[in-house]
C-alpha cells in the first residue's frame, strides 16, 4: 500500500493518499496484534485505534500527529470531491515515510551486517 502511495504522488494525489490513509489503516492494525502493551479501544475504526491511550503513549506526540493527518486527509480525499494537488500527496507521502520509518526502527529485528572474510 505505501509503494502505491508513492508511485501515485505525482499525477493522481487523490489515489495517492488514499493508499496512504490505507497503508496507516494496515500499519495500525497490525501493531495492536503485534504489541502486548496496547489495549483495544471502545471501536475498531481508525480514529479510535489512534485515540487510545495507550496507543498515543507508545507512537508519541510526533508519530500521532502524522498518523492523524494522514487518516484525516485520507477521508478528506474520498469522501470530498475537491481538486487535490501533488503537493498535497507529496506532503501525505512524507509523513507516511516517517511513520513507517518509525515502525521500522522500533519492530524490525535487529540486522547484524555479515563479515567480511
Known amino acids: ?64 500527529a502524522k498518523m492523524d493527518l494522514i487518516r484525516k486527509q485520507g477521508n478528506f480525499a474520498v469522501h470530498r470531491a475537491a481538486p487535490l494537488r501533488d503537493t498535497d500527496s507529496v506532503l501525505v507521502v512524507r509523513e507516511l515515510f516517517h511513520v513507517v520509518s518509525w515502525l521500522a526502527i522500533h519492530y524490525a529485528p535487529s540486522w547484524t551486517p555479515p563479515t567480511q572474510a
Open 1 to 64: 500500500e505505501a509503494q502505491r502511495a508513492e508511485h501515485y504522488t505525482y499525477g493522481d494525489p487523490r489515489s495517492s493518499i488514499f493508499y496512504a490513509r490505507r497503508t496507516i489503516e494496515t500499519l495500525v492494525n497490525w501493531l495492536y496484534r503485534a504489541d502486548a502493551t496496547l489495549e483495544a479501544p471502545y471501536k475498531n475504526d481508525l480514529v479510535s485505534l489512534l485515540h487510545e491511550p495507550t496507543f498515543k503513549e507508545l507512537v508519541g506526540t510526533s508519530i500521532m
